[in-house]
């Protein structure tokens, strides 16, 4: 079946330190791949989108890119903030609307 | 505009009791999925809506557990005779017919069975 894998937390960085959270995943054919981000206390939000092979999904200074090569979905980020510090999830769509999730990765930025 | 909004935020309730979560999605969305966020398990499907039918129920881990949704618009996940395994944030989502790959989801509901 579907499924994501992302690397473990918690990933501590200092502000302004280059920030990448593996993704990789399972899927029959090329589903729609997400990140997902929730911040202390609050709900999920949608942080970018791919839809196809190569695309990148952008916001926020994050990025993205959709890998069909090596089944990937890494994040980056150039230089993070102490507001970047949350729960980050890697999710693909599969072909009945339902998100699969990875297990979240911890990222705390410290000032 | 209005997002997903969810009652109660937080519901703690005894083993055995029956419990029903409320979701009322964004207006205009016809689609509304229901999802589990527990520690050991991660975030997982319950169910999908189109309309008031569910074509998707896989998710939901027993027959426990039921939802309905009427007028196209709010949701009620019912779990009956509660486990302390059940204890989780139920999080509710939405999204257009056309744009399933976007939902937006609600800020959940926190179940504590004790």
């Known amino acids: 079946g579907n499924s994501v894998t992302q690397m473990e937390g918690p990933v501590t960085l200092s502000e302004e330190a280059f920030l990448t959270i593996n993704c990789t995943y399972t899927?029959?054919?090329?589903?729609?791949l997400f990140w997902y981000v929730q911040y202390p206390g609050e709900g999920l939000q949608l942080l970018l989108k791919?839809?196809?092979?190569?695309d990148k999904g952008s916001n926020k200074g994050f990025e993205a890119t959709y890998r069909k090569e090596t089944t990937s979905f890494h994040l980056e980020k150039g230089s993070v903030q102490v507001s970047d510090s949350a729960v980050y999830f890697c999710a693909l769509l599969d072909s009945s609307y339902k998100l699969i999730f990875g297990s979240g990765t911890r990222l705390l930025v410290r000032p | 505009g209005a997002g997903v909004s969810q009652s109660p935020s937080n519901k703690v309730t005894e083993k055995g009791k029956d419990v029903e979560l409320r979701c009322d999605p964004i207006?205009?969305?016809?689609?509304l999925y229901w999802y589990r966020q527990s520690l050991g398990q991660g975030l997982e499907f319950l169910i999908y809506f189109q309309g008031n039918s569910a074509p998707d129920k896989s998710g939901l881990p027993s027959d426990r557990f039921s939802a309905e949704r009427t007028g196209g618009s709010v949701s009620t996940l019912t779990i009956q005779r509660t486990q302390q395994e059940d204890s989780a944030v139920y999080l509710c989502a939405s999204s257009l017919a056309g744009s399933k790959d976007t939902q937006y989801f609600g800020p959940g509901t926190r179940l504590t069975v004790l």
């Open positions: 207006s205009g969305h016809t689609a």
């Open positions: 899927a029959t054919g090329y589903p729609s």
């Open positions: 791919a839809t196809k092979a190569d």
